[in-house]
């Protein structure tokens, strides 16, 4: 479904290596979390000067690598999905391992082009079903503004300091604007009385937000403007966003986040050029998911199971002209008793057990027995048993619907 609505607005897919060069990643950041601790890194086998290499943490670095390796011509639109690896805690919706889809659009800083973007998260949570994903918007200014905004928070917050906790204070000396996310309950009143970039914005970047914001409105994308948001990593300027699972436990509700990162194409030592993009997390969007319950129940993974009472040569020639068929089939395996046999089908979720004995060899039929209702078993030929399957399975689903729609 990501892929497609990607196709839909001309993103094209780019598969990047599993890991880089370390220093690929640090570009994102010296007071970067994800950078100064939460890498995977290694070295390489050389004996002189070995390269240091680190698993990928995420994939906005490696897709302005390629972007400056190669070139494409911009705007250069991409869409990728994958596992990311971080040094983290682990605990629910925080993995070690987990799986990120995301878009990066290079090449311009048309604010219409924040609005694709993030238009695209929205709807993606929208066409799964999801009603309780909550967009968060910032602007983070840039280098025309976030100076005067830097110096106003830094000495805001010196001041306050003693009142800091210590994480806080520690972390005021190397990015004062990590402060703004803390969750710390004794930082809350400083960080809710600090100065908001907002309110420092240059006419241009302040107009850009105006655009992205009322685009915003004409797509009928919802969003709440939320003037401490930071986020993670230190490359973003100007627009910067967040999308808040409201189901989800409250400390990892972050469904997905993104934003621009105008200068990081000069930082990988390529030409100056602006960039957006997004990435969302895949289990947590599951925990969404599942919290709003917007998928029905796990289907089952097969349709028929073959119980063979001759030795397991009948089920091997059955299950392969069911497969043939477009049936999904299974069966049990080690010549088990019949009894064995019909707990594996119970368990296996199959609507339909076939049973073969000698009798039925014989004969050359099949008989077939409904696991889901009470219904007396019945003998077919064996010729026909694809046919009579299919059709079994079809009445059977027809009274499941007819059963659903009474109850509802
Ligand atoms: P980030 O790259 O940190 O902006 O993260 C983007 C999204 O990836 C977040 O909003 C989460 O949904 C997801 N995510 C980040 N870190 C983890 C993690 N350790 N485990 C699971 N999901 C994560």
């Given at each position: 479904m990501f892929a497609h609505q990607c196709a839909l607005a001309g993103y094209g897919q780019i598969v990047s290596p599993m890991f880089e060069e370390l220093a690929v990643f640090k570009r994102l950041g010296e007071s970067t979390d994800v950078v100064t601790k939460e890498m995977f890194n290694f070295f390489d086998k050389k004996e002189k000067n070995p390269t240091e290499f680190a698993l990928r943490p995420e994939l906005t670095a490696?897709?302005?690598?390629?972007?400056?390796?190669?070139r494409p011509a911009?705007?250069?639109?991409?869409?990728?999905?994958?596992?990311?690896?971080?040094?983290?805690?682990?605990?629910?919706?925080?993995?070690?391992?987990?799986?990120?889809?995301?878009?990066?659009?290079?090449?311009?800083?048309?604010?219409?082009?924040?609005?694709?973007?993030i238009a695209l998260a929205s709807q993606f949570y929208a066409a799964l079903g999801l009603t309780q994903v909550r967009l968060l918007l910032n602007s983070l200014g840039d280098d025309s503004c976030r100076p005067a905004y830097m110096e106003a928070l830094t000495s805001y917050l010196r001041s306050n300091a003693a009142d800091l906790s210590e994480q806080s204070s520690a972390t005021l000396e190397v990015n004062p604007l990590r402060v703004l996310d803390s969750k710390r309950?004794?930082?809350?009143?400083?960080?809710?009385?600090?100065?908001?970039?907002?309110?420092?914005?240059?006419?241009e970047t302040s107009a850009h937000f105006d655009v992205v914001r009322s685009g915003l409105d004409?797509?009928?994308?919802?969003?709440?403007?939320?003037?401490?948001?930071?986020?993670?990593?230190?490359?973003?300027?100007?627009?910067?966003?967040?999308?808040?699972?409201?189901?989800?436990?409250?400390?990892?509700?972050?469904?997905?986040?993104?934003?621009?990162?105008?200068g990081l194409a000069e930082a990988l030592g390529g030409p100056a050029t602006p960039g957006i993009g997004f990435a969302l997390g895949v289990e947590r969007i599951l925990l969404a998911c599942d919290a709003e319950?917007?998928?029905?129940?796990?289907?089952?993974?097969?349709?028929?199971?073959?119980?063979?009472?001759?030795?397991?040569?009948?089920?091997?020639?059955?299950?392969?002209?069911?497969?043939?068929?477009?049936?999904?089939?299974?069966?049990?395996?080690?010549?088990?008793?019949?009894?064995?046999?019909?707990?594996?089908?119970?368990?296996?979720?199959?609507?339909?057990?076939?049973?073969?004995?000698?009798?039925?060899?014989?004969?050359?039929?099949?008989?077939?027995?409904?696991?889901?209702?009470?219904?007396?078993?019945?003998?077919?030929?064996?010729?026909d048993v694809v046919t009579e399957t299919k059709s079994l399975l079809e009445q059977l689903a027809l009274?499941?619907?007819?059963?659903?729609?009474?109850?509802?």
């Open positions: 490696s897709v302005v690598r390629a972007y400056v390796q190669h911009p705007p250069w639109k991409v869409w990728y999905e994958g596992p990311q690896f971080r040094y983290e805690r682990p605990q629910a919706g925080r993995y070690r391992q987990f799986t990120q889809v995301g878009v990066e659009a290079l090449g311009t800083d048309d604010p219409y082009v924040d609005v694709e973007v309950p004794e930082d809350q009143a400083i960080v809710d009385a600090a100065p908001i970039m907002v309110d420092f914005l240059s006419e004409a797509l009928d994308v919802a969003y709440e403007i939320s003037p401490r948001l930071v986020r993670g990593l230190d490359y973003y300027t100007r627009t910067t966003f967040e999308f808040a699972g409201d189901a989800l436990e409250g400390s990892q509700n972050a469904v997905g986040g993104g934003g621009r990162y105008d319950g917007v998928f029905p129940a796990p289907e089952t993974l097969v349709d028929v199971f073959v119980v063979d009472l001759t030795g397991g040569a009948e089920a091997l020639t059955l299950t392969d002209s069911l497969r043939a068929g477009g049936l999904r089939a299974d069966r049990a395996f080690g010549g088990r008793s019949m009894k064995a046999q019909m707990k594996l089908a119970d368990r296996s979720g199959a609507s339909i057990a076939l049973l073969v004995g000698e009798d039925e060899v014989a004969a050359g039929t099949v008989t077939v027995r409904s696991l889901r209702t009470q219904r007396d078993q019945l003998s077919v030929s064996r010729s009274l499941e619907t007819l059963k659903m729609e009474t109850r509802s």
